[in-house]
């Protein structure tokens, strides 16, 4: 069964950083492009990254580029996500995502809470 | 860059009765259109793939179609579990959502 786990959220000051993880199971990990999606309170699905299989290429949505880093390690069937300078509008539900092809995402984690406040 | 604009924002229907959801790009877009139904406090859930294909485990009564800039969702008689919200996806971009509810 494919499982993915993600942690690491939780309450941060604006301009800190937070790291989180997605811990894969069920599947070779190592085979799959992996992203990160967002959801705002109450608002709809945003795309906030991706990586490929090996981690030699990335990509960002606009709104987090040059202060989210994504990254994996196939060894630990982990991917993760740095964020740094997170702002107000940061604040989301954040989910991994196992990718099928060009994005579209047949697995999901539960999700974490990212809250970004004074 | 592509705009995905769905349509409705919300869809009041009884069960039984047939949903149908409409995404429309901004400009022409490539196959590769999905669509995610999402329950709340749930993660999306992956309905339909390549415009047209439904993901593993997903009931006949959901079908997808469309080209170019239009494309549907179609449930073919609402359960009471199908009442959700509702995103088409293109790639990087996400469509607002339409929620179907309990008429």
């Known amino acids: 069964e494919v499982q993915l786990v993600e942690s690491g959220g939780g309450l941060v000051q604006p301009g800190g950083s937070l790291r989180l993880s997605c811990a894969a199971s069920?599947?070779?990990?190592?085979?799959?492009?992996m992203l990160w999606v967002r959801q705002a309170p109450g608002k709809g699905l945003e795309w906030v990254s991706v990586?490929?299989?090996?981690?030699?290429?990335?990509d960002y949505a606009d709104s987090v580029k040059g202060r989210f880093t994504i990254s994996r390690d196939n060894a630990r069937n982990t991917l993760y996500l740095q964020m740094n300078s997170l702002r107000a509008e940061d604040t989301a539900v954040y989910y991994c995502?196992?990718?099928?092809?060009?994005?579209?995402?047949?697995?999901w984690g539960q999700g974490t809470l990212v809250t970004v406040s004074s | 860059e592509i705009v995905l604009t769905q349509s409705p924002v919300t869809l009041s229907l009884s069960p039984g009765e047939r949903a149908t959801l409409s995404c429309r790009a901004s400009?022409?877009?490539?196959?590769?259109l999905a669509w995610y139904q999402q329950k709340p406090g749930q993660a999306p859930r992956l309905l339909i793939y390549?415009?047209?294909n439904r993901a593993t485990g997903i009931p006949a009564r959901f079908s997808g179609s469309g080209s170019g800039t239009d494309f549907t969702l179609t449930i073919s008689s609402l359960e009471p579990e199908d009442f959700a919200v509702y995103y088409c996806?293109?790639?990087?971009?996400f469509g607002q959502g339409t929620r179907v509810e309990i008429k």
């Open positions: 995502a196992r990718d099928m092809s060009w994005l579209q995402s047949d697995y």
């Open positions: 069920g599947f070779t990990f190592s085979r799959h492009w």
């Open positions: 990586i490929n299989t090996d981690g030699s290429s990335t």
């Open positions: 400009q022409s877009v490539s196959s590769y």
């Open positions: 390549d415009v047209s």
């Open positions: 996806q293109q790639r990087s971009i």
